[in-house]
């Protein structure tokens, strides 16, 4: 028993909710709606983008349940190019009730100067040669 909770629990760990879903399905493209071909499983498709994502893995090892890898990866670069993940992200992020919102460092830019320290008169230790 406990073991088919913790592998179903698994399979589950990188996925998005109903909930989740919910909110973003309508900014993807694939729709019956949408002109063009539509999305097979845009779910399955997004879960693992998510997978690789959140894993760290490569690509090539992606889950078989979610597809061919270069066929996963051949899309989510698409939709790179075509702006589609910007667009889910800023309309996520200007929810203010989204408890799912994280900063990175790596998205946080810094002024030019911040990179060169503080200013102001250097402090030299005596004994130390100075270093150019």
């Given amino acids: 028993m406990i073991l088919t909770r913790s592998c179903t629990m698994g399979i589950k760990r990188y996925e998005l909710s109903d909930h989740q879903w919910a909110k973003i399905a309508p900014l993807l493209p694939g729709k019956a709606s949408d002109p063009g071909r539509t999305g097979s499983d845009n779910r399955l498709f997004v879960n693992g983008c998510l997978w690789v994502l959140r894993s760290g893995a490569h690509w090539c090892d ?71």
């Avoid at 270069?70 to 075509?82: D, E, L, N, Q, Y």
């Fill in 62 to 132: 992606l889950p078989e349940r979610y597809g061919r890898w270069k066929t996963v990866h051949r899309r989510f670069s698409r939709w790179c190019h075509a702006g589609v993940w910007e667009r889910v992200f800023s309309t996520l992020t200007a929810d203010r009730d989204n408890q799912y919102l994280m900063l990175d460092s790596t998205i946080v830019r810094a002024h030019q100067q911040a990179a060169t320290g503080k200013g102001g008169p250097r402090i030299r230790r005596w004994g130390v040669p100075e270093v150019d």
